[in-house]
């Protein structure tokens, strides 16, 4: 923290004489920490060297492979599953939330079962129930509306999403619980007291305040799922993993391929982290005073004043 | 001269412990009514019956003649909607004591909210009214801030601007400077003492004996669920008849 003491403003008022001296003391030494990175760098070191040296990699495949079509087309095919499942998770998750908050014990029953069964049993039993529902149900038929081989129905698509889906909307449902239950009673009844309704209420007051909660989490929850999506592989989606692992297995480059598909994991998981901090910004509207700086922000300040500095020495 | 609020023999309790014991009482048009007494007296909780935030158990409670929660057909009671109770607190503003500001909106939209969720006014009018409404309570110029950027004085007048807003027939003050500092005490009450000056009929639970004394035109003192005394404030401030209400006075004057 001693970067604090750079942090005065360029223009401050010449002290007045009768102000004591500003201390100069010298600062306690943190031996430790420079112990501590020495061994840390040296592990490292001895890490990617293993890795580099090592003669079975053939690191030119991964490079090779990187960009490749079949490779490219995986990883969209993992983002949109991804998103695609989240937006059903988010939007059922919300209603289930509302359900279980519910007066209703119908609603809230409800909710509460849906919540077990799909939080208690695992996404990958999930999938394959999804996927092998076509054994007990041949076909699917929603009377006069809709009438199809299950077969039909059930593509990998279709088991990727429901699957999770489905299972997403469960833990979103738990989250939002908690953020609609964060928001201070008082908010609620200023509300009916204005005379708006029980939905009203919901909409604009509650919910927009539990966002600020719910955010946090359900970004955290994106991120799994990215890394979840990698299940489908089970239902023959053609996501990352099972686009990576197909060109592995007859290219015999399977650790390489392994690599590739975690380089593109950690590039998405990445990217939508800054994508999260941001939208934790938005939402944390009015809860504080003034926001700190983004990172860019300070980066553009930290290059002002040096501009400033060398303009005036 | 027609009664804004009557009580007649309100009983409450929650759960086993019964918080009002029969509450008998009229609050005038016109007329600010001051409800004073010790904490855990009940005064509160009446306050919150009045619109039907809290669920009266026994009794009859009426506001500018409707009954309020319920419609009597003969001589049987039922339950209103949800948004019945929703259109009768629209003609009723509440100020509470910890101000319940919405935080994630400006002053200005904190006060433009329910006008234009409930009454459906349009966005543009809603605006200019509740800048004029933020004048008169003395913050045109916070209408862009935030909650969290006002002290609690500044909020507690926004929330008053907020009840405003949807032109209410009667205002509840639950206790509305109590969570202040002192020395935003008064800005708060200058704001009350206008509206009371305006004719608003406003019931006001306070511990402010000076406004009650100055602007109350009544005041009851509660106690144990029950109306011990009440009159004219500064003749049961001055003069408390009852043993308890002089017990309570001499701690707090």
């Not at chain 1, 293993?50 to 079975?56: H, L």
């Not at chain 1, 087309?73 to 519910?102: N, Q």
């Not at chain 2, 609690?152 to 007048?157: A, E, P």
Request: charged share 20%; glycine share 8%.
């Amino acid at each position: 923290m001693t970067d604090k003491i750079d942090k005065e403003p360029a223009d401050t008022p010449p002290r007045d004489s009768h102000a004591p001296e500003t201390i100069k003391a010298i600062p306690v030494r943190h031996y430790g920490r420079y112990v501590s990175a020495v061994v840390v760098l040296a592990l490292v070191a001895l890490l990617v060297n293993a890795f580099a040296t090592a003669e079975k990699i053939q690191w030119s495949a991964v490079g090779d492979k990187l960009f490749d079509s079949t490779v490219l087309a995986g990883a969209g095919r993992t983002l949109l599953i991804s998103v695609l499942a989240m937006i059903v998770g988010v939007v059922l998750g919300v209603v289930l939330a509302v359900m279980r908050l519910s007066k209703n014990p119908v609603t809230s029953w409800v909710a509460w079962a849906y919540i077990w069964f799909f939080r208690g049993t695992p996404v990958y039993v999930q999938l394959l129930l999804w996927f092998n529902l076509a054994l007990i149900f041949p076909m699917l038929n929603l009377g006069p509306i809709y009438k199809d081989e299950m077969t039909d129905v059930m593509t990998p698509f279709m088991c990727a999403l429901l699957g999770l889906g489905l299972n997403e909307a469960a833990y979103m449902a738990e989250i939002c619980r908690a953020g609609l239950m964060a928001v201070d009673e008082g908010q609620t009844e200023a509300s009916h007291a204005l005379g708006m309704s029980h939905g009203k209420t919901l909409r604009r007051i509650v919910i927009p305040q539990a966002m600020r909660v719910i955010v946090p989490p359900t970004g955290n929850e994106f991120i799994n799922m990215l890394k979840t999506s990698s299940l489908v592989y089970a239902v023959t989606y053609n996501e990352l993993l099972r686009a990576t692992s197909t060109i592995g297995s007859t290219s015999y480059a399977v650790m390489e391929m392994l690599f590739v598909a975690s380089i593109w994991y950690l590039v998405m998981t990445s990217v939508f982290s800054v994508f999260q901090y941001y939208l934790e910004r938005r939402f944390a509207r009015g809860s504080s005073r003034s926001l700190p700086p983004t990172p860019w922000q300070r980066v553009k300040v930290n290059l002002m004043a040096f501009s400033r500095e060398r303009g005036g020495a | 001269m027609t009664a804004m609020v009557r009580a007649e023999s309100v009983h409450k309790s929650f759960g086993l412990v019964e918080v009002l014991k029969g509450i008998d009482l009229e609050v005038k048009q016109g007329e600010v009514f001051c409800l004073i007494g010790p904490s855990g007296s009940g005064k509160s909780t009446f306050l919150r019956c009045i619109n039907h935030l809290e669920k009266i158990n026994a009794g009859r409670l009426y506001v500018d003649g409707e009954l309020v929660g319920y419609r009597q057909k003969g001589d049987k009671l039922y339950e209103l909607k949800d948004s019945e109770v929703a259109l009768q607190r629209r003609d009723i503003g509440m100020v509470f004591q910890r101000f319940n500001l919405f935080p994630h909106m400006t002053a200005v939209e904190n006060v433009m909210e329910a006008p234009v969720q409930v009454k459906g006014t349009s966005r543009a009018q809603a605006r200019e009214r509740a800048r004029e409404l933020l004048e008169k309570v003395g913050l045109a110029d916070k209408a862009g801030s935030y909650p969290a950027q006002l002290s609690g004085g500044q909020q507690q007048r926004v929330a008053i601007a907020r009840a405003l807003a949807m032109d209410p027939k009667l205002m509840l003050f639950d206790e509305p400077t109590s969570a202040l500092d002192p020395e935003l005490v008064g800005d708060v009450l200058d704001v009350m003492r206008d509206l009371a000056e305006s004719g608003m009929t406003m019931v006001v639970v306070t511990h402010e004996m000076g406004f009650a004394r100055e602007v109350g035109d009544s005041l009851v003192f509660m106690d144990g669920g029950v109306v011990v005394e009440s009159g004219d404030p500064r003749e049961v401030l001055t003069n408390p008849q009852h043993e308890r209400t002089q017990a309570f006075l001499s701690k707090v004057l």
